[in-house]
Each structure stands twice: as structure tokens, then as C-alpha cells.
């Protein structure tokens, strides 16, 4: 239940946030948070990670959708006890719907967190819960994980 309620909240979240991206922030263009190194900058996201694929809508929304159902279809068949594996693929969904909402909605993904100390790509809440999730799921497969009898060990 608790996991439930965490998937509910991170897409809460990022909607909400991408609400005030759209209303207040998009008129502005962009508001430095801490000055030389965190704006938030208002993008219109048509493709992928980093701007790639742009205008592939169809194929994002296909992938996340069948990405989203084999997770909930993972979650529900089988019997997930070990809580880093099951909060790593409730971070994944919750961002793939994040960001499927946007598309579906709106045919673009909101992004507007820029770190611009470094200069990286635009990102959203969403974004963050997936990029958050992948790499606890790689965590899991690499330490958590059997290799010779492929099981769970450890807490």
C-alpha cells in the first residue's frame, strides 16, 4: 500500500509542478534559483533524453505504455517482497507516466529543472523518479542479486 501511495504522489507531483511550469514559468521563460548554478527554465520537450528522437510522440507513447504494463503486470503477478526492487520499479512507472500524461495531453514533455552549472539537459520530476528508479534497479541486479542460483539475497 505504502508503494501505491509513493506512485500516487511522484505523479502528484510532477503534474503539479509541471502545472506551475506551464502557467507561471512559461511566460517568464526562466527564474534563477541559485544564481550561476539551478534556473528553472521552461521547455517544450519533443523528443527524448537530451532532445534525441524529436517528434517520435507515437513511439515514446507506445514505449511507455507497454514499459508501464509490464511493470504493474510484473508488480501484480508476482509476489515482490524485497522492497528495493519493488520502490525501484514504482519510480520507474510513476516517472513513464509522468511524462505519458504530458504526451499524451499536451504531445510534448514539460521539462524545466536546468542545472546550469554543468550545463546539463532540462529535466522534470518525472524524469528524475525514472533516472532515480534505473539506477536502484541496477543496484539490485548487480548486489542484491544470485548469479549462480539467480535469486535475492541480502536485505
Known amino acids: 500500500m505504502a508503494v501505491f501511495l509513493l506512485l500516487v504522489i511522484i505523479i502528484i507531483v510532477d503534474q503539479a509542478t509541471k502545472y506551475w511550469a506551464c502557467t507561471v514559468l512559461k511566460p ?6 541559485i544564481d550561476g548554478i539551478l534556473d528553472f527554465a521552461y521547455v517544450e520537450n519533443y ?12 513511439f515514446f507513447i507506445v514505449v511507455k505504455v507497454v514499459i508501464s504494463a509490464a511493470i504493474i503486470y510484473y508488480l501484480v503477478t508476482r509476489s515482490v517482497r524485497q522492497p528495493l526492487l ?15 500524461i504530458d504526451r499524451l495531453r499536451l504531445g510534448y514533455v514539460v521539462d524545466f529543472i536546468y ?21 536502484l534497479l541496477v543496484y539490485f541486479i ?7 542460483y539467480g535469486g535475492y539475497h541480502g536485505t
Open 47 to 58: 523528443g527524448a533524453a537530451f532532445g534525441m528522437l524529436q517528434n517520435a510522440k507515437w
Open 28 to 33: 517568464m521563460g526562466a527564474i534563477p534559483v
Open 142 to 148: 548487480l548486489f542484491k542479486t544470485d548469479k549462480k
Open 115 to 135: 542545472i546550469k552549472a554543468v550545463n546539463f539537459a532540462v529535466f522534470n520530476i518525472a524524469d528524475s523518479s525514472i533516472v532515480i528508479g534505473t539506477i
Open 86 to 100: 519493488k520502490s525501484s520499479l514504482v519510480l520507474i512507472l510513476a516517472g513513464a507516466i509522468g511524462n505519458l
